[in-house]
């Protein structure tokens, strides 16, 4: 079982429709997570930290849930410029601190 | 520079040949890894240094990939005997290294193997 899962998708939705994406992790012990966007052929930048509390970001919303070892990304009213992958982030609590990559979400937003 | 630094940007060589591939890390940055991404598939994890040494090479495929870090800065990717499998992007990324850090990638280093 990879450490950090998500669905590969696609995800195909209409331009202003709202979409989630869920990923979860196994070590209980992993203590910070970001949510990265990667455009095609280009390399992943960070889109956003996610905090305990949950956090917010103009139309994005990242929730983590530590019971249950998942944090989600909420995009409200897609653009189409918002179409990427969607990659998330663990950092593991140990020695290292070593960054855990999930596979990735691709989401697609049509006209 | 600012950022993430990977060189060459792209690279054509013949199956059977040695590359070299080339990080340079945000300046003060401990920790640094080297991913893969084959065209249309996720990231797969390489190595990860943690200053000069390496605590996590378990996503080498091969004896032929070796990597090293010298100085806390740079490091380089070294692919023997080259196969077409070998062809994808190869990514680098530097962090801080501490808890609730994100890193950074370059824009990657396209490696074509014919």
């Known amino acids: 079982r990879k450490e950090v899962e998500q669905d590969p998708g696609p995800f195909n939705v209409p331009e202003g429709a709202t979409v989630a994406f869920n990923c979860t992790y196994s070590n209980s012990a992993s203590q910070s997570f970001f949510w990265y966007r990667q455009d095609c052929r280009k390399e992943p930048k960070l889109l956003m930290s996610?905090?305990?509390s949950g956090n917010e970001d103009g139309r994005f919303t990242a929730q983590l849930n530590r019971a249950s070892q998942y944090i989600s990304l909420l995009i409200r009213d897609s653009k189409l410029s918002d179409s990427a992958t969607y990659l998330c982030v663990v950092n593991r609590r140990d020695s290292s601190y070593k960054l855990i990559f999930g596979s990735g979400t691709r989401l697609l937003v049509r006209p | 520079g600012a950022g993430v630094s990977q060189s060459p940007s792209n690279k054509v060589t013949e199956k059977g040949k040695d590359v070299e591939l080339r990080c340079d890390p945000i300046?003060?940055?401990?920790?640094l890894y080297w991913y893969r991404q084959s065209l249309g598939q996720g990231l797969e994890f390489l190595i990860y240094?943690?200053?000069?040494?390496?605590?996590?090479k378990s996503g080498l495929p091969s004896d032929r990939f070796s990597a090293e870090r010298t100085g806390g800065s740079v490091s380089t990717l070294t692919i023997q005997r080259t196969q077409q499998e070998d062809s994808a992007v190869y990514l680098c990324a530097s962090s801080l290294g501490q808890r609730g850090t994100e890193a950074f990638f370059g824009q990657g280093t396209r490696l074509t193997v014919v």
């Open positions: 996610v905090y305990s």
């Open positions: 240094f943690q200053g000069n040494s390496a605590p996590d």
């Open positions: 300046s003060g940055h401990t920790a």
